[in-house]
């Protein structure tokens, strides 16, 4: 996929202007973040089982090769193909190859985010196969043209209306007069449109969640069904998965299933986790001829063994873009490229470089919470820390802001230094400020009086009240009780 | 061998300078899968399970009947069929091959995998996990998972002593059942599905509707050893 990131604060900016996009996130804030809680609040054993998976997943990472190539023999021993892919290129090349042969015409496709990474549909079409996504999400979003702005809630962007409007423009043989003003009558349209691509596709590919080193086994979980269908229904079923996504045993998947939806949409199961395991066996009467694995490196191994290998372990459940202040006053498409949110700032500068996406990283407040919701115990904050510290290391041209912060190096490390300074400062604005309450500008503070005020200090500083012997506070009360 | 895969492996050999002994860990791991964190709410006496997996399958929306024996299930059925003013063509998997459908007339049964035209598919479900109500079907000629997946109406056949407390129980069956290969390692059906209520979404302004490609409605019959 095309990369915007490089652009993030524009689109940050229009985004923040957009008053359909800040009524959709304005729904987000609440929702699921309220149901992940009582979610968890149900289950006491929650907090241990992210403590678990986190170490499962610790535990492939520092034996990645080996699960790996144990996982490759179980598919090839099931039946099934697997195509080890360094990039992109190579993984789009091998998908077209399997279709060319194939002789397809349409694809299925449920929803998956290496399938955005790779730009799969786009290619494909290029090459006169048409893909269908089939998500409900995602089919909104295909036919309008967009790409996914949340990984599990990819239309979340969208409203009511501008769903019917899409569909009145692009089902053009339906009935110009049909009534499209409730989302049961959306959701039965998109189903009808879609049941016949589902019958009649020659491919369906499909992402994972997860691949299991015991059984060659791929995971998919959905809501919809829609993966089921795909994989069930055509003649050839292709999974593209990367490397990190590969777990022991069937019992290490279970125990990350367990966190999975509960800190996404906080159900206690999604509706559909299927394990997909080779081609049709030779009496089944349903399921694919063909059963491929894509399984593709694009960047993962570079982050093995350094500081963002903690990345590595992220389910992509979505909690952590659903507590985000920043997320929820932005969405997604702001970021620019595939992901979004806390994760998407950590992962797109790691997998498309830090030049192209050097202000995502600092678009935080890092306030936590992502850490504190996160199944997998990813500290994200630390990471967007590791990013600008990176950044900071990196950077030749901005040498003023290195001399400014040397300054302040000396400052901080000496109380006494500091102490005056900020006495001197403090005493000086509460002169100036003392009649507005603030300042609509200060000098070399620009960045912060633009889009707000900079209120004058209340008075003297705590530790200077300290030295007296007692709080302001302290003294009114003080005056408060000798008065009765 | 493709050029990728030595690459890709280099770089992860390379990357993860290790001693033997983690290597080890790993083979014993897949050897003899350990238990992990297992929840408590799962395990109970038969009669608890029952009721914990009927109370969470209908908190995601599924409904449930419970029955004494296999013979009263086409009357169950097309009791629940003319409650939902539903027609009675039903696509029925050959795993309920015994079950005496002719003791109801009305009831026009066909067999074999779901067309794209099937109103309600019949199927009987491996096992049901009382953890959080999900029903577990495994792919085969006398299962064939498009009878779950296609018709707009599933009803599931559970045999009350196939409800299990927790999802490893469940594993624990699945592998009795299956082939091992020479290392005796399980050879999985094609596909093991574990469902929880109907087909869902909330992708129109978070609003949640049933049944959107899967089933929109899931009718759960448990049937008990009477």
Known sequence: ?484 | MSTDREAILRRLKTKLYRDENPITDAFSRLQAPPLNIIPKRGANDLKNKVKNFIEEAEMADATVTKIEGLASLPKVITHYLASQNLPTGIRVADSLVDVNWGSQPLLSVKKGRAKGTDLVGVSRAFAGVAETGTLIYLSGEENPSTLHLLPPTHIAVLMEKDILGNYENAWTNVRLKCEKNAEGATSLPRAVSWVTGPSRSGDIEQTLLLGVHGPQRLHIVVVGNG
């Not at chain 1, 009145?168 to 879609?194: F, M, V, W």
């Not at chain 1, 979505?318 to 806390?342: E, R």
């Open chain 1, 1 to 484: 996929m095309e990369s915007s990131a490089h652009k993030f604060k524009d689109l940050a900016f229009t985004a923040r202007r957009d008053a359909h996009l800040q009524a959709a996130l304005g729904k987000l804030g609440s929702g699921f973040s309220l149901k992940r809680k009582e979610a968890a609040r149900r289950l006491p054993e929650f907090e241990g089982l992210r403590d678990q998976a986190k170490t499962i997943k610790d535990h492939v990472l520092e034996n990645l090769d080996f699960y790996l190539e144990r996982f490759e023999e179980r598919v090839i021993e099931g039946g099934g193909e697997l195509h080890w892919c360094g990039d992109a290129d190579a993984a789009q090349k091998k998908i077209l190859d399997i279709c060319r042969k194939a002789n397809a015409k349409t694809v299925t496709k449920s929803k998956s985010m290496i399938g955005e990474e790779i730009a799969i549909n786009e290619f494909l079409e290029k090459n006169n196969i048409e893909p269908i996504e089939t998500d409900l999400g995602e089919y909104i979003i295909q036919l309008r043209g967009e790409t996914p702005s949340h990984i599990i809630a990819p239309a979340v962007h969208l409203n009511m209306g501008q769903v019917e409007d899409t569909f009145r423009e692009k089902h053009t043989t339906l009935e110009p007069g049909r009534k499209l003003d409730e989302p049961q009558r959306l959701l039965e349209e998109a189903r009808s449109q879609l049941r016949d691509k589902f019958l009649n596709a020659d491919v369906g590919i499909t992402g994972a969640n997860m691949l299991i080193a015991e059984t060659g086994s791929t995971v998919l979980v959905t809501n919809e069904g829609n993966a089921d269908l795909t994989h069930t229904l055509p003649r050839i079923h292709i999974v593209i998965a990367t490397l990190e996504k590969v777990v022991p045993t069937l019992e290490d998947a279970t125990s990350i299933l367990r966190v999975l939806a509960r800190s996404a949409t906080g159900q206690e199961m999604s509706v559909y986790t299927t394990f997909c395991t080779g081609p049709k066996k030779s009496k089944d009467e349903d399921g694919p001829d063909e059963y491929h694995v894509i399984l593709l490196d694009n960047g993962r191994s570079e982050l093995l063994g350094s500081e963002f290998q903690d990345m590595l372990r992220c389910i992509r459940c979505g909690a952590c873009l659903n507590h985000c202040p920043v997320y929820q006053t932005i969405g997604g498409h702001a970021y620019g490229w595939v992901y979004s949110g806390p994760m998407g700032a950590v992962l797109i500068p790691a997998l498309i470089g830090l030049d192209r996406a050097g202000d995502l990283p600092n678009a935080s407040t890092l306030c936590g919470q992502c850490e504190a919701v996160c199944p997998m115990r990813i500290p994200l904050p630390g990471l967007l820390r590791a990013w600008r510290t990176k950044q900071f290391e990196g950077s030749e041209k901005n040498t003023l802001g290195k001399i400014l912060l040397k300054v302040w190096v000396t400052f901080v490390k000496s109380p006494k230094l500091y102490r005056g300074a900020m006495n001197f400062i403090l005493m000086i604005l509460e002169i100036f400020g003392r009649k507005s309450g603030g300042f609509q500008w200060l000098p070399l503070a620009k960045g912060w009086t633009q889009s707000r005020d900079f209120p004058s200090p209340a008075g003297p500083t705590f530790v200077s009240q300290w030295k007296k012997g007692l709080l302001m506070s302290d003294q009114e009360e003080l005056q408060k009780r000798q008065k009765k």
